[in-house]
T-cell receptor, first 116, second 110 residues
Framework: EPEVTQTPSHQVTQMGQEVILRCVPI?????FYWYRQILGQKVEFLVS????????KSEIFDDQFSVERPDGSNFTLKIRSTKLEDSAMYFC??????????????FGPGTRLTVL | SQQGEEDPQALSIQEGENATMNCSYK?????LQWYRQNSGRGLVHLIL?????REKHSGRLRVTLDTSKKSSSLLITASRAADTASYFC??????????FGSGTRLQVQP
């Protein structure tokens, strides 16, 4: 069964460093998402992406964040200058678009980001 | 608040028993989705119920939706130890972003 994959599974970085989290969405899906879950807290929406542009973003997704689809399969989340509070599990998700689909979002296993 | 709130926060049952989790919300929705998360792992999509549906089944899962009461329930029948996980409802309210609740932690004792 097709699934969303994410790399790396765990990323440790120093405060102020840039990180890039990678995702490969399900191949026939056209909508892509990033969510995060700080330890012990709710899953929070960051951004959605469709047709090579941001479709929607939350207040969390400030200028320090950016997303890109650099090729036909990868979808990335970049954090330019990490802060301690960026430590969280980051989930990528994807969904189909089309008649008869209802935005079922399928999530990857997550990347645990630890900022020291 | 748009987010769903699950009830109870934690539930402990014996293997073979049924588990019922509830989700209440305050706004109108396009659909409501239920997810499972094993400790420290990813979110597994369980079922989606659209706002014009009242009940859906998938294997041992039964989901109901009452839009007049703004509530949904997830029933897991004949639970197994492997069902031990956190269960979340997620709302789609018009934009495609999902808003998650705090979840119900289910413990199934063998």
């Amino acid at each position: 069964e097709p699934e969303v994959t994410q790399t790396p599974s765990h990323q440790v970085t120093q405060m102020g460093q840039e990180v890039i989290l990678r995702c490969v969405p399900i191949s026939n899906h056209l909508y892509f998402y990033w969510y995060r879950q700080i330890l012990g807290q709710k899953v929070e929406f960051l951004v959605s992406f469709y047709n090579n542009e941001i479709s929607e973003k939350s207040e969390i997704f400030d200028d320090q964040f950016s997303v890109e689809r650099p090729d036909g399969s990868n979808f990335t989340l970049k954090i330019r200058s990490t802060k301690l509070e960026d430590s969280a599990m980051y989930f990528c998700a994807s969904s189909e678009l089309g008649l008869g689909t209802y935005n079922e979002q399928f999530f990857g296993p997550g990347t645990r980001l630890t900022v020291l | 608040s748009q987010q769903g709130e699950e009830d109870p926060q934690a539930l402990s049952i014996q293997e073979g028993e049924n588990a019922t989790m509830n989700c209440s919300y305050k706004t109108s929705i396009n659909n409501l989705q239920w997810y499972r998360q094993n400790s420290g792992r990813g979110l597994v999509h369980l079922i989606l119920i659209r706002s014009n549906e009242r009940e859906k089944h998938s294997g041992r899962l039964r989901v109901t939706l009452d839009t007049s009461k703004k509530s949904s329930s997830l029933l897991i029948t004949a639970s197994r130890a492997a069902d031990t996980a956190s269960y979340f409802c997620a709302l789609e309210t018009g934009r495609r972003a999902l808003t998650f609740g705090s979840g119900t932690r289910l413990q199934v004792q063998p």
